[in-house]
């Protein structure tokens, strides 16, 4: 019985040496140490054997039991030593040489969202052209969004529907407030501040109630413009506006300018560009008709500058508001407006970081 323990025991330190992961460890384990393995099977057999041979063999049973434990242990733990040692070996970082820092991914250096980085390059060809860039906040009334637009009481674009607004305080309140649904309001922020010539930008967040699919959020971007001098025409409008698109696509794109009402321009137009992700072929961000609607624009409507205490005998001006979301979707060829609040690290992070 003795010399059968030794050469299981040979034979198992033959296995062990062949073993070459956890599993394999523990199935080799499994496999002598079962209820149904060779040790077990001679410690059975032992209830026939006398007391004594019992006693030196059941000894000598469990002695090898607890070896075989032992060695099984050691090589898990050489395993996993082994492959910690490769992954610290792969991980390696030269902290004197930036491409290595760079080339690891356990050291993530941010990006922009690809709305920040389109953003930037707009707010710099405008600089270039003399515009200011302002803010405003997001948190508007009644005025600011609407009345000093030239959208009266019952437009439908004050719609409970289209526009989130905050409970009043009191009912019969004349200014309520809202989430501003468009960065047209900053208009009125900036011609109060300011005596004609001016022009400016102002980008930012606008917030509507809508269902939300490929082409629609109910929080997204928008870009809005304004100049405002003696003399301005159509054809400035157009100049600025095919300027800002040749810059920001570097490439020809297909344009067409079409009528638009908006009651804060006259004339207004959209200005749509060829949808660049199905070359105007349709698709479900066009909507299937092939082109999208880029750049709302127009002729400030008189009353506008009229509320923003311009005189409208000396000076006229021009206004846009560029939808940024779908500009960076066009550039990026991004199918899905929900993945750009999506938060998703692996899409943001496949834009130009840092
Ligand atoms: N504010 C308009 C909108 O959100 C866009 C616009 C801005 C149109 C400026 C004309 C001039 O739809």
Known sequence: MIEKLDELFKKFKKELDTVASNADALNLKAQYLGKKGPISNILRSLKDATASERKVVGASANELKVSIQDLINDKINSIEMDLMNKKLESQRIDISDRQSIRANSMLYSGGFHPINLVQNEIEDIFLSMGFEVLDGPHIEDEYHNFEALNIPADHPARDMQDTFWFEPPDPEASNRHLLRC?????????????????????????????????????????????????????????????????????????????????????????????????????????????????????????????????????????????????????????????????????????????
């Open 182 to 354: 468009h960065t047209s309001t900053i208009q009125v922020r900036g011609m109060k501040d300011r005596k004609p010539p001016f022009r400016f930008i102002a980008p930012g967040k606008v917030f509507r109630c809508e269902r939300t699919d490929a082409s629609h959020e109910s929080a997204f971007h928008q870009l809005e413009g304004m100049l405002v001098g003696e003399n301005i025409s159509v054809a400035n409008l157009i100049y600025f506006m095919k300027t800002l698109l040749s810059e920001i696509f570097k490439k020809e794109v297909q344009v067409r300018l079409r009528p638009g009402f908006f009651p804060f321009v006259e004339p207004g137009f959209e200005l749509d560009i060829q949808c660049l992700i199905c070359k105007g072929k349709g698709c479900s961000v066009c909507k299937k008709v092939g082109w999208v609607e880029l750049l709302p624009c127009g002729m400030v409507h008189p009353n506008v500058l009229k509320a923003g205490g311009i005189d409208t005998s000396k000076y006229n001006g021009f206004a846009f508001g560029l939808g940024l979301d779908r500009l960076v979707m066009m550039r990026y060829g991004i199918d899905d407006i929900r993945l750009i609040h999506s938060g998703d690290l692996r899409f943001i992070s496949q834009f130009k970081s840092y």
